[in-house]
């Protein structure tokens, strides 16, 4: 598989299960504007999946599509970071007494379009003129994810101290995953090697500005991002993704003649 391909994978493969993850808010959200903003997010990042698997597809050739490529690739083959796969809460949360966590899902969306601003920013000057064309469009969207996270953040982390609390244990949790954006790859490498993709680890610097200046106004405790370095991106996932692609992927597998 060409390096363009797999790097395509591994951006399609972020935005699709983030964007299954925050689609299961809809019709649970804290408040309606909220049910609605979070399906316009998962909306955005289904569309961005949808781009970059077509342009993938194009670089396999043969019988891929966008559809083969979403709905029938088994948990290996896929190239997310771990923590888009995460359930939205953690069970070393006390408060969790339900699958969704508002906290958690703010925290993580906010974790990622951090880091998205700038690699959309980057990726307008790839080689490839297609992701080129594909992340002009994608900053503009994620622009807004990020505002929209970053204001709840904020709201959360300066508010009462129950939401104070569980945004802060919400970050505790997740932090750590965020090593994986700095931790390279194979893939990576060819992928910048070949002029199309982004050196990652260049933005940390830049990402840790974001992230620092939201946590001091959210009146938020930065913990150590330390531990085991997870591989979501080299296809080592945690047991949350085969569940997430079993619903996802569900209907399409079932029915794999059919055309809608």
């Not at 931790?183 to 974001?210: C, I, R, Y």
């Amino acid at each position: 598989m060409s390096a363009t391909a797999n790097y395509l994978l591994h951006l399609a493969d972020n935005a699709v299960v983030l964007g299954q993850r925050n689609a299961e808010w809809c019709g649970h959200g804290p408040a309606l504007e909220e049910d609605i903003a979070l399906a316009n997010v998962s909306l955005d990042l289904i569309g961005q999946a949808r781009l970059l698997y077509q342009q993938a597809a194009t670089e396999l050739g043969g019988d891929a599509t966008e559809d083969r490529l979403a709905y029938f690739r088994d948990v290996p083959e896929f190239r997310n970071y771990t923590l888009l796969e995460l359930p939205h809460h953690s069970a070393l949360v006390g408060y969790a007494k339900s699958d969704l966590d508002y906290g958690t899902t703010i925290v993580r969306n906010f974790l990622y379009s951090a880091l998205m601003v700038l690699v959309w920013e980057q990726l307008q000057q790839s080689k490839d003129e297609q992701l080129a064309a594909i992340a002009a469009k994608s900053l503009k969207e994620v622009r807004y994810h990020l505002r929209h996270s970053r204001d709840w953040l904020v709201r959360l982390g300066d508010g009462t101290d129950d939401s104070h609390a569980r945004v802060q244990a919400a970050l505790d949790h997740l932090m750590p995953y965020t090593q994986e954006f700095w931790t390279g790859s194979s893939m990576e490498a060819a992928a910048v090697a070949a002029g199309v993709g982004v050196d990652v680890a260049a933005l940390k610097s830049d990402w840790d500005q974001l992230v620092d200046d939201a946590l001091l106004e959210a009146t938020l405790q930065r913990p150590k991002g330390e531990g085991y370095v997870t591989q979501g991106k080299n296809g080592l996932h945690s047991e949350h993704l085969g569940f997430l692609l079993s619903e996802m992927q569900g209907l399409a597998r079932s029915h794999p003649t059919a055309t809608w």
